[in-house]
């Protein structure tokens, strides 16, 4: 099955992978049935690398980690996100970080990187530790609460970029922008199959246009409330992309702040509520782990609510937490590369043009990096756990373009696993099947994912 084939054209060999008849639709359609599902079945019959013929599109994927690593560390100045993600991504995001290719990003990702450090986060901790207890405090108060954790989750999170972002708490107008995210999510992930998209004024668009309208809305008011606001100003991430200055000294204009604001907004929240709610299934599939994360918490809290500082001791629950987002990563497909010059790899000449996946979600599961790979284990993670491959664990991705906000993403999700399991004892609800995964946008469970809450107090 694995044995190479010869590229008529060039001459060169080309991997294996699928027959792709009628311009490589078929492939494409189980791909957007299924996409981690059927990626990892062409892995187990071809192998680690994979070519497929997608109408014009030579297209390779990769799952080796070295090979990963390879392509994200020094192929990254050889390859630009694919055209038509990147096209679909500008309708909503404009021409932010996320977007921009080339000097454009170089100038974009150095301006901001410093407002996502670290240092920087430590001073958000507090905000999103206030989210995390608002949202627990507006949960009925009963011993026993069936939740719809991924929308609990999201409005948690969306609260957090709402305060760490406009140093404001999430209000009714978040409450249209959280339906608004998820109609985008969907339409944007339809979208990535089809060569164009239909205009916005086309009828069947009417929710794509409401959604976009809104948030465009909700991003627009609070910037302009921003520079009407005199005397002392907040000290948020609005704040620090006001302060910013192009390499010629000019501030970013409306659209330019508009543009990081949305992205800041949407990759801000999606992802981490996706990576919550996966961490809540994780503890109430896995009760013992669960009890020893909260013991844990107890220890370390005494009671009180958790802070930045509390975090390098928080050592069991960050490995749940690591583990979840490697069953489950929030972002399991890296946005697809193109390649703007030939890239000699594993062998292999890709020319320019070619399409390249990357899909940690499927290296994350291969059992020749992590033995056992369906299990949920968190000691993987711990000190002394035999050493995971570099490349073979990567939820945040890597190289220049690795996540801006994971140290933001890291802390939030733990100081709210923390508060969560504070409080409660996170159980499966009786008679309801375990979530599947799918992909729109970011990994979610495919029906809406409840699970009970039973009080510890
Ligand atoms: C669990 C949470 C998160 C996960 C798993 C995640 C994952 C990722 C991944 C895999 C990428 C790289 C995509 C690629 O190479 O194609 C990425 C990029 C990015 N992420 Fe995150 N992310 C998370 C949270 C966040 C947060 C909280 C923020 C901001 C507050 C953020 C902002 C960004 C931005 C701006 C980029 C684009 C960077 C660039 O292209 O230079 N992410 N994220």
Known sequence: MTTQILNSRTGSKLPPGPPCHLFGFPELFKLGR??????????????????????????????????????????????????????????????????????????????????????????????????????????????????????????????????????????????????????????????????????????????KRRSMRALDALIRQHIAARKALQGETPDDLLAMLMQLRHEDGQPLSDTELRDECMTTFLAGHETSAAALTWWGWCMAAKPETARLASAEVDRVLQGRTPRFEDLPQLEYLSQTIKETLRLYPAAPALMSRQTTEAIEIAGLTIPAGALIRLTPGVTQRDARWFPEPEAFKPERFAPGAPEIPRGAYMPFGAGPRVCLGSHFAQTEITLIAALLLQRYEIQAVPGEAAPQPVLNITLRPAKPLRLRLLCRA
């Open 34 to 207: 299924d996409y981690l599902g059927h990626l990892q079945g062409l892995q187990q019959r071809y192998g680690d690398v994979i070519y497929m013929r997608f109408g014009k599109y030579r297209d390779y994927s990769f799952f080796h980690p070295e090979q990963l690593r390879e392509l994200l560390l020094s192929g990254h100045d050889r390859m630009i996100r694919w055209e038509r993600a990147t096209e679909v991504f500008a309708a909503v995001h404009g021409h932010s970080v996320l977007v921009a290719e080339g000097k454009a990003w170089n100038e974009k990702r150095r301006m901001l990187q410093p407002g996502f450090s670290p240092k920087r986060v430590a001073g958000f901790a507090a905000a999103m530790v206030e989210a995390g207890s608002a949202a627990l405090a507006s949960w009925p108060d009963q011993a026993q609460l069936d939740l719809d954790f991924e929308q609990a989750m999201t409005r948690v999170t969306m609260d957090v970029i709402m305060r760490t972002l406009f140093s404001s708490a999430a209000n009714a107008e978040a409450r249209l922008a959280e339906e608004a995210v998820r109609v985008l999510s969907i339409e944007g992930m339809k979208e990535m199959y089809w060569p164009k998209s239909a205009p916005l004024w086309a009828p069947w668009k009417t929710g």
